[in-house]
């Protein structure tokens, strides 16, 4: 209904805020096991996935709706933690933590300044 | 004596009442200055959600940029309408004028 | 997504830590125990864990989509640990050479999976936080109503 810009943008928020509550969960997983032994730590991989899109940006070209097709959050393993590893494993994951929380409040924010935009448009300037 | 500080003073002081630099004075139709300011909120709009998709795709080295760019736009748009809305009313005021 | 499992998986995880914990306190407990009413000495209570594969056991029921799923305790079992042997010819329960077995329980060891218990504890309390932190930051969307 809004527009081509507008469509891509939400889509891209709602996806990065789709892949910011996966990652969540799997550093959760991964403090929940942080004392197993033999575990593999979860991952998600959707950022990477977009470094065309990033340059893209950087260079001040628009993003066609194609350019979104096949990226998606995906969950994956790393390798297994050796035990000697294993200390720094929490320290690691909760500063992920940090910057996952940060980076998913900046995205809500970011869509919810967004509506505004919109809704003030709708509303023709009258509260 | 104080008639010269008077006019010593006069000229230099109005400049100072323009701190903003975007607003030009309506020279000519007060239609193009009106389009001229939409099409700026638009450029703006653009850069905000250029900024946003930039977030979105995981490049976060200007978090405080896009919410202010967010923002802008917000009270730009804002003020476009405000602009719009008074010129509508004034609009209508003339429209039920008796003649 | 639902949001439900960010907890469902901190809630293992600290159920997980406080088991150990409860272990741990258990062996400290225990050090200089004596033979048990079986006749046997106590041996050092091991925890062992592992990831979850699905959360039938922690009352959630299934939740659509998830698959990561926290982590669990295997079992819980008394280790093959030697006992300790203490010089002290008084005491009536001294073998023939004047040494009395007592649980081989390290001390220093049992302190030390405490405090990893215990940060690790610390930990899936934080991660539940932020899940709700940020489950509530979404409720706000679109302005306070």
Do not use: C
């Not at chain 3, 225990?30 to 062992?48: A, C, E, Q, Y």
């Amino acid at each position: 209904m809004f527009g081509q810009t507008e469509a891509i943008t939400l889509d891209m928020l709602k996806m990065a805020l789709d892949a910011a509550s996966l990652r969540h969960q799997a550093i959760a997983n991964n403090i929940a096991n942080v004392n197993t032994p033999g575990y593999a730590p979860a991952r998600v991989s959707f950022e990477a996935q977009m470094g065309a899109l990033r340059s893209t940006l950087q260079q001040g070209n628009p993003i066609t709706p194609g350019m979104l097709s096949g990226i998606r959050p995906v969950l994956e393993r790393e390798a297994v933690v050796q035990e000697s590893d294993r200390t720094a494993l929490l320290d690691k994951e909760i500063v992920n933590m940090a910057q996952n929380t940060v980076q998913y409040e900046a995205l809500l924010k970011a869509l919810g300044k967004h509506m505004s935009i919109l809704s003030a448009a709708v509303a023709e300037g009258k509260r | 004596m104080s008639i010269d500080a008077v006019s010593f003073l006069a000229p230099t002081a109005l400049p100072m009442l323009n701190p903003l630099d975007n607003t030009a004075a309506p020279s000519g139709q007060f239609a193009t200055w009106f389009t001229q300011q939409l099409s700026d909120v638009n450029t703006q709009l653009i850069h905000a959600d250029h900024g946003v998709q930039q977030l979105a795709a995981g490049d976060a080295s200007n978090l405080h940029q896009v919410m202010i760019n967010l923002e802008e736009a917000k009270l730009s748009m804002q003020l476009v309408m405000q602009v719009r809305n008074h010129l509508l009313d004034a609009y209508h005021d003339l429209l039920q004028m008796q003649v | 997504m639902d949001y439900r499992n960010a907890f469902a998986i901190s809630a293992t995880g600290m159920d997980v830590e406080k088991l150990r914990l409860d272990t741990i306190a258990a062996n400290l407990a225990n050090i200089h125990s004596g033979k048990g009413v079986d006749g046997k000495l106590f041996r050092p209570l091991h925890v062992t864990t592992s990831e979850a594969t699905s959360n039938f056991a922690v009352g959630f029921e299934q939740l659509a989509g998830a698959q990561l799923h926290g982590a669990r305790v295997l079992s819980v079992e008394a280790s093959n640990v030697a006992p300790r042997k203490v010089y002290e010819p008084g005491n009536p329960e001294a073998d023939d050479k004047g040494f009395v077995s007592m649980p081989g329980v390290n001390q220093v060891t049992e302190m030390v999976n405490m405090a990893s218990a215990l940060r690790a504890y610390e930990a899936n309390v934080v991660a539940m936080n932020a899940a709700k932190t940020m489950a509530l930051k979404a409720l706000e969307l679109g302005g306070s109503q």
